[in-house]
C-alpha cells in the first residue's frame, strides 16, 4: 500500500492508489478545459462537473498533509513545515506562470499586449509568481490569475496550509469536528447562493472558493485523524475509472444539491475506500507515475489551453478537425507535463531540498 518518497529527505511513505486518483483528476482537469470553450454551457458537455476536480484535490490534500505532518511538525517545527511546502508547491507556480506570461504575450490568435498594455501584464506576472489575485488582464474571463488560471486553487492551497500549521495541527478531534460542520454549512450557503459550485477562479467569487478549499482540505484532514479508512480488495483500476465517471455526471442548471452530494459524499468516500486498498505490479506503478505526473499536469496545461481558446473562438473549427486538434494537443501537453516533471519539477525540488535542508543540518 506505501511506499517511500525516495529522494526527498525526511518525508513520509505515501498511499499509491491515492496518488492515481489525484492523476486522474489532473486529466480531467486538463480534458475540462478543453471542452469548457466548446460547450460553454456545461449542462451540454458531456463532462459536466469536471471542475469539481479541484474539490477532489483539496480533499486529497487534506488527508495527506495530515499524514504527512500531524506528528512531524510538532518535532520539526512551523518552519521546517512551510520550507517543504514551498519546494513542493512553489517552482510550478512560477513555471505556470513563466508559461501563462509567454502564451500571452506571443498568442497568434489575439491581440492581448495592445489590448492590455505591458504595465498590466508585467503587473499580472508579478502577482501570479506571488499568488496575489489580481483579474486585471482583458480576453481572461476574468480570472484572478489571468496568466495561469489554476493558480486560484494554490492561492488558497497556501492559506489551508497556513491555517493548518497554526490552527488544525494543534486543535483536538472534537474542535475540528466542529470547523468541519462550520465549514460544511459555509459550502451548503455559498452553493445554494450561486447555484452550482465552481467559484474561485474569478473576481467576483474568489472569496467563495475559500469555502471550498475549507471544506475539502478539512474533510481530508477529519479523514484521517478519525481513520476513516475502509479495506476492501475492490481492484484499483475499479476505483480509479469510478473517480473519473463521477466528473460525467450530467450538470444541470442550479445543480448545488448533486454537486454538494458528489464534494460532501461520494468523494471522501472514494478516499476512504482507497486508502484502503492495497497495490501491486503494473497498477502500483501506473499509481506512481500519475502521481508524480499530476502535479506539472495541473500547473502547465493551461498556456496551450489559452492557444486553443482564442483559436476556437477566432477560427470555429467543427468536426473531425475540431476533436483532431483537441487530441493533438492533449497527447502534446501530456508529453510536455511529462518532460516538465523529470527536467524541472522533481531535479529542482530535489535541488532545493538538498541545499535547504543540508544548510539548516550545518546550522544545528
Request: proline share 4%; with cysteine.
Amino acid at each position: 500500500m506505501l511506499k517511500s518518497d525516495i529522494g526527498f529527505p525526511g518525508s513520509k511513505p505515501h498511499y499509491y492508489l491515492l496518488d492515481g486518483l489525484r492523476g486522474v483528476a489532473a486529466i480531467i482537469v486538463l480534458i475540462f478545459h478543453f471542452l469548457e470553450y466548446i460547450f460553454p454551457y456545461h449542462k451540454d458537455s458531456h463532462l459536466g462537473h469536471g471542475y469539481l476536480a479541484v474539490d477532489f484535490f483539496f480533499a486529497l490534500s487534506g488527508f495527506v498533509i495530515g499524514y504527512a505532518y500531524d506528528q512531524r511538525i510538532k518535532t520539526n517545527g512551523m518552519g521546517n513545515f512551510f520550507r517543504n511546502r514551498l519546494i513542493r508547491l512553489h517552482p510550478m507556480v512560477i513555471l505556470g506562470a513563466v508559461l501563462g506570461l509567454l502564451s500571452y504575450v506571443f498568442n497568434p490568435f489575439a491581440n492581448n499586449i495592445a489590448d492590455a498594455g505591458w504595465t498590466n501584464t508585467i503587473l499580472a506576472f508579478i502577482a501570479t509568481l506571488l499568488l496575489i489575485p489580481l483579474a486585471i488582464l482583458p480576453n481572461q474571463a476574468d480570472n484572478v490569475f489571468p496568466l495561469n488560471p489554476p493558480s486560484w486553487s494554490l492561492s488558497t492551497e497556501y492559506i489551508a496550509n497556513i491555517f493548518y500549521a497554526f490552527v488544525l495541527s494543534r486543535i483536538s478531534k472534537k474542535i475540528l469536528l466542529l470547523l468541519y460542520l462550520v465549514f460544511a454549512g459555509w459550502l451548503i450557503y455559498i452553493a445554494k447562493q450561486r447555484g452550482w459550485l465552481i467559484m474561485g477562479w474569478e473576481s467576483h467569487y474568489y472569496f467563495d472558493g475559500w469555502a471550498r478549499t475549507a471544506f475539502s482540505f478539512t474533510t481530508g484532514l477529519v479523514l484521517f485523524r478519525f481513520n476513516v479508512v475502509i479495506k476492501n480488495k475492490i481492484p484499483a483500476f475499479v476505483l480509479l475509472l469510478l473517480l473519473g465517471l463521477v466528473f460525467f455526471i450530467p450538470h444541470a442548471d442550479n445543480d448545488w444539491t448533486r454537486e454538494l452530494v458528489i464534494v460532501m459524499l461520494i468523494f471522501p468516500f472514494i478516499i476512504a475506500l482507497s486508502a484502503g486498498v492495497n497495490t501491486s505490479g503494473f497498477i502500483q506503478q501506473l499509481c506512481i507515475f500519475l502521481g508524480r505526473l499530476s502535479y506539472p499536469l495541473y500547473m502547465t496545461h493551461y498556456f496551450c489551453v489559452s492557444v486553443f481558446g482564442s483559436y476556437y473562438l477566432s477560427h470555429k473549427p467543427s468536426g473531425a478537425t475540431l476533436w483532431m486538434i483537441v487530441i493533438i494537443l492533449i497527447i502534446f501537453i501530456l508529453v510536455f507535463s511529462y518532460i516538465v516533471m523529470r527536467f524541472y519539477d522533481e531535479p529542482v525540488r530535489k535541488y532545493l531540498m538538498r541545499k535547504w535542508v543540508n544548510k539548516s543540518i550545518d546550522k544545528k
